[in-house]
């Protein structure tokens, strides 16, 4: 099976800070990678170096087998790199199905303009609607964006990458901020997604519960190395990596584990 997306020696500087340093990971389809590590290990950075919003002081990304090193993020997405932002990342003045409507409209090719396209807005606004109701926002179809709770926006930015179709999917702390009562969509939205063994996720995320649930890898990141990678139950074991990169004792897991 081939790589959906490969980084090699992955390095960004910041003057005299080694942000991300050499990290080479292969990520092959129909898995989910869980990348963990404490604040300010290289995460985001890492994230933004692979979807093209920060330039790489050297090493190289590929997709598909394609060097896309060079590529600007927009390129990027063309060629299968859905990115969630930690932030959200929508069209605030534009109501919820318009936003889903441009992802569409972007996926075919047609541009971002809302009136030029009669003769297709029938076949966009069913499509629309359809991940609306995935997302459980059909009620809010015609709220502007801006106007949207948290949450609400947060499962907004998944059906934009959902309507985009990507190869990839990287999401960056999608549950941040979300009431508990509010987790369970995104959550749930992440599994249909895993079951299409023809994409690769790629996810950022703190709770280790959602780490435990999810992923099929863990890579950890410290001071922007690759401080582990390997099966979630083997990463998660490792004394080392509980103690000085999740900010846990091993004690304290093999506790929780009984407590099972």
């Known amino acids: 099976m081939s790589f959906s997306l490969e980084t090699r020696d992955l390095t960004i500087r910041f003057g005299g800070h080694v942000a991300v340093d050499a990290v080479s990971c292969a990520f092959r389809p129909g898995t989910l990678t869980a990348i963990v590590g404490p604040n300010g290990a290289g995460k985001t950075t890492y994230f933004n170096l692979i979807s093209g919003q920060l330039k790489a002081s050297s090493g190289r990304v590929f997709v598909g087998g394609d060097d896309i090193t060079s590529l600007p993020a927009p390129e990027r997405t063309k060629r299968g790199l859905g990115r969630a ?19 569409i409209q972007a996926r075919r090719g047609m541009g971002l303009n809302l009136w030029s396209i009669w003769s297709n807005h029938r076949a966009l606004i069913a499509e629309a609607e359809a991940i609306l109701e995935r997302i459980a926002l059909t009620a809010r179809r015609d709220a502007p964006a801006a106007s949207l709770p948290h949450g609400d926006q947060r499962k907004l930015e998944v059906g934009i990458l959902i309507a985009l179709e990507p190869t990839v999917f990287m999401f960056d702390e999608p549950t941040a901020g979300m009431s508990v009562d509010e987790v369970p969509v995104i959550l749930d939205l992440i599994r249909e997604i895993k079951r299409d063994m023809t994409k690769t996720i790629l996810l950022v995320e703190h709770k280790m519960d959602v780490v435990r649930e999810l992923s099929d890898r863990i890579i950890v990141l410290h001071n922007g190395k690759l401080a582990a990678d390997g099966e ?29």
Not at 85 to 98: A, K
Not at 243 to 252: K, R
Request: glycine share 2%.
């Open 232 to 260: 979630p139950a083997e990463v998660i074991a490792s004394p080392v990596v509980q103690q000085a990169y999740l900010g846990m004792a091993a004690e304290d897991e093999e506790e929780a584990e009984a407590a099972r």
């Open 85 to 103: 932002f930690q932030l959200t990342n929508l069209f605030p003045n534009l109501s919820v199905m318009e936003n889903i409507r441009l992802a």
